[in-house]
């Protein structure tokens, strides 16, 4: 089926994921070397080559620190980055996919407003039975029980409706952006760490936060890639995929699980930052056309560029650094204006 839907054609597609996986590789190796210390690219690469032969003569005549700053301090946060850009991008793509609407990404549930309740609430009441992770579990489990909300308010006799999912998303949203006011009115001195989380950022990861992210949004990756033949025909309306024996409901239960998965532990570990999967899955169906087997793919690689590119240039090239969830919601709230305004002059002619 994917393969005659408009679009590029399968070889161009290729291509082009294949140039945005080198462009993500040339794009890890550059911010590796940005920062307050500079690092030659020839002593970042000599660096992660040691590491994975254990090769020492690859360390020989270099600063003592650069090992200890590459693979301790950078490298985390940056492979934390791109990954996270992954997660939302290719979910975003899953739930434009599913709702059929291109303002949807994977905040259109409430999501993230379920991981910032949870995140507060920890914070407020000051749980640290698990020390450093007891924030991110407890973002985790809000945007879990936020989607399970969210699905058990919208299915109406075992059925779901897209516009339906929207409106409970909203209202659920609606109802924890209150709760999460009421945290902040009682945080007292502990607010400002409240905002600052609400904020996003990557200060400060370890390759706990790699492994975590890394292999759940692996995970989801297998699974939006298996049912992507799926998606592309549930694109052609309810009607018509059952009528070619595909499990509607189910599918778009797995996939909307899994998605919101995906975000809950990216979410968890960056905090709240925004548009990333609104604006890449619509650029990169743009390029490639709607077939989810390039879509997503191209939509992880793509939200990973964009988030690592933010995140350098909040860490290397402006002045002071601030919370990357203003970078992207400066670059995504405009788009985000584009796209509805451009909706709706399609809506009114027609189109």
Not at 94 to 106: E, V
């Amino acid at each position: 089926m994917g393969e005659t839907l408009p679009g590029v054609s399968g070889t161009e597609g290729l291509r082009i994921i294949l140039f945005l996986s080198v462009a993500l590789v040339v794009a890890v190796v550059l911010s590796t070397a940005m920062g307050y210390i500079r690092i030659p690219v020839i002593d970042v690469i000599r660096i992660v080559w040691f590491k994975i032969t254990g090769n020492t003569d690859a360390l020989k005549q270099l600063n003592g620190v650069f090992p200890y700053v590459v693979t301790d301090v950078r490298l985390p946060r940056i492979l934390t980055a791109a990954i996270v850009g992954a997660g939302l991008g290719m979910s975003g793509a899953i739930f434009q996919g599913i709702l059929l609407n291109p303002l949807a990404d994977p905040y259109t549930l409430g999501i993230s407003s379920g991981a910032a309740f949870g995140a507060s609430l920890a914070l407020v009441l000051n749980i640290s039975f698990l020390s450093l992770y007891t924030v991110p579990l407890f973002a985790f489990l809000g945007a879990m029980l936020t989607l399970v909300a969210v699905l058990s308010i919208s299915s109406v006799r075992g059925q779901m409706s897209s516009n339906n999912l929207i409106l409970a998303g909203v209202i659920v949203a609606a109802i924890l952006s209150a709760g999460i006011g009421f945290l902040k009115y009682i945080a007292d001195e502990e607010v400002s760490i409240i905002i600052f989380w609400l904020m996003g950022s990557f200060a400060s990861k370890t390759w706990y936060e790699v492994f975590l992210t890394g292999s759940t949004v692996l995970l989801g990756f297998a699974v939006f890639l298996f049912y992507s033949r799926d998606l592309n025909i549930i694109s052609l309306g309810d009607q018509i995929s059952d009528s070619l024996g595909v499990s509607t409901g189910r599918v778009k239960k797995v996939l909307l699980v899994a998605a919101s998965l995906v975000t809950a532990v990216c979410v968890s570990v960056s905090g709240i930052i925004g548009f990333v999967g609104l604006i890449i899955p619509h650029l990169m169906r743009f390029v490639l056309g709607p077939d989810n087997q390039k879509l997503i793919p191209a939509s992880a690689l793509g939200g990973a560029l964009l988030l690592l590119v933010a995140d350098t240039t909040t860490r290397s090239v402006l002045p002071h650094e601030i919370p990357i969830g203003i970078l992207t919601s400066l670059l995504g709230g405009p788009f985000f204006c584009y796209i509805f305004r451009k909706k709706e002059l399609g809506r009114i002619h027609g189109t």
